[in-house]
């Protein structure tokens, strides 16, 4: 509707659901006596922070498509969802888990971040970070309750950074990024819960039997792209895992000989 002034809102503090989407607002401080928000949609606006005045009982507000800057001023307890897609946010940093000990689902998708160092809110189920710049994946060993993990379209060439303290981890997505050997995927075997890979338009998903390599470096995979593991993939990989042990063990052997 084109809003600019939303003051009139003031008075009608009894209000717990409100869409304020596709206006021009540039401030909700008149919100701030809506003490009994439960919801609030703000997407299509042309917000530059998302700070606002503490209130007690919101449990879900979605910032979609403002022109917001950082995560600075973000403080509402019972707070369980929060969108911040398609922003102009540079840094993770701002987040408290002592002001945001409720949240469980953050959306981060769109933005221009470029690294998970910072990330303050350690008690996340889902974490969305798909379409931004990410190339370094930091400060993940906090994230210990998180179940999902979305990374498509960012510029990881490595997969340094996972932990076995993220007991919880059941779906990554990674497509889309440069992820060019499967050594890299080794590194999620620290994952003891991860269920659903996908690493589609990886350079690596060109290389011949990419789903067999995946899948015998990562045996407890039940999907891998989002296509169920077959019985006999399975067992095919198994074959492909045990002869590479024993290349190894060969070359380890070779090597001792040559040293001795």
Same mark, same amino acid.
């Given at each position: 509707?084109?809003?600019?002034?939303?003051?009139?809102?003031?008075?009608?503090?009894?209000?717990?659901?409100?869409?304020?989407?596709?206006?021009?607002?540039?401030?909700?401080?008149?919100?701030?006596?809506?003490?009994?928000?439960?919801?609030?949609?703000?997407?299509?606006?042309?917000?530059?922070?998302?700070?606002?005045?503490?209130?007690?009982?919101?449990?879900?507000?979605?910032?979609?498509?403002?022109?917001?800057?950082?995560?600075?001023?973000?403080?509402?307890?019972? @707070?369980?969802? !929060?969108? &911040?897609?398609? =922003? *102009? /946010?540079? %840094?993770?940093? +701002? #987040?408290?888990?002592?002001? $945001?000990?409720? @949240?469980?689902? !953050?959306? &981060?998708?769109? =933005? *221009? /971040?470029? %690294?998970?160092? +910072? #990330?303050?809110?350690?008690? $996340?189920?889902? @974490?969305?970070?798909?379409?931004?710049?990410?190339?370094?994946?930091?400060?993940?060993?906090?994230?210990?309750?998180?179940?999902?993990?979305? @990374?498509?379209?960012?510029?990881?060439?490595?997969?340094?950074?996972?932990?076995?303290?993220?007991?919880?981890?059941?779906?990554?997505?990674?497509?889309?990024?440069?992820?060019?050997?499967?050594?890299?995927?080794?590194?999620?075997?620290?994952?003891?819960?991860?269920?659903?890979?996908?690493?589609?338009?990886?350079?690596?998903?060109?290389?011949?039997?990419?789903?067999?390599?995946?899948?015998?470096?990562?045996?407890?995979?039940?999907?891998?792209?989002?296509?169920?593991?077959?019985?006999?993939?399975?067992?095919?990989?198994?074959?492909?895992?045990?002869?590479?042990?024993?290349?190894?063990?060969?070359?380890?052997?070779?090597?001792?000989?040559?040293?001795?």
């Amino acid at each position: 509707r084109g809003l600019t002034d939303i003051s009139l809102l003031e008075r009608f503090i009894h209000l717990r659901y409100v869409d304020l989407s596709k206006n021009k607002l540039k401030d909700l401080a008149p919100l701030s006596s809506l003490t009994q928000l439960l919801w609030l949609k703000v997407d299509g606006n042309l917000l530059t922070s998302a700070s606002m005045q503490e209130l007690p009982y919101l449990q879900v507000i979605s910032f979609d498509r403002n022109c917001i800057t950082d995560l600075e001023g973000i403080a509402h307890p019972l @707070l369980a969802n !929060l969108s &911040l897609k398609e =922003n *102009k /946010i540079q %840094t993770v940093l +701002g #987040l408290s888990h002592d002001q $945001l000990f409720s @949240l469980q689902v !953050l959306e &981060l998708r769109g =933005n *221009k /971040i470029e %690294t998970t160092a +910072g #990330l303050g809110v350690s008690k $996340l189920k889902k @974490l969305y970070l798909a379409k931004n710049t990410i190339c370094s994946l930091e400060g993940l060993e906090e994230f210990e309750q998180l179940e999902t993990l979305h @990374l498509r379209d960012n510029k990881l060439e490595a997969l340094n950074g996972f932990s076995d303290r993220m007991k919880c981890l059941q779906y990554l997505n990674l497509r889309s990024n440069g992820i060019r050997s499967f050594r890299e995927a080794e590194k999620l075997q620290v994952l003891p819960m991860l269920q659903a890979l996908v690493l589609m338009d990886n350079p690596c998903a060109e290389e011949p039997d990419y789903r067999l390599e995946v899948l015998s470096r990562l045996p407890q995979l039940q999907r891998l792209d989002k296509e169920s593991i077959e019985e006999e993939e399975r067992e095919e990989a198994e074959k492909i895992h045990q002869a590479r042990k024993e290349k190894e063990k060969v070359r380890t052997t070779w090597c001792g000989d040559k040293e001795v």
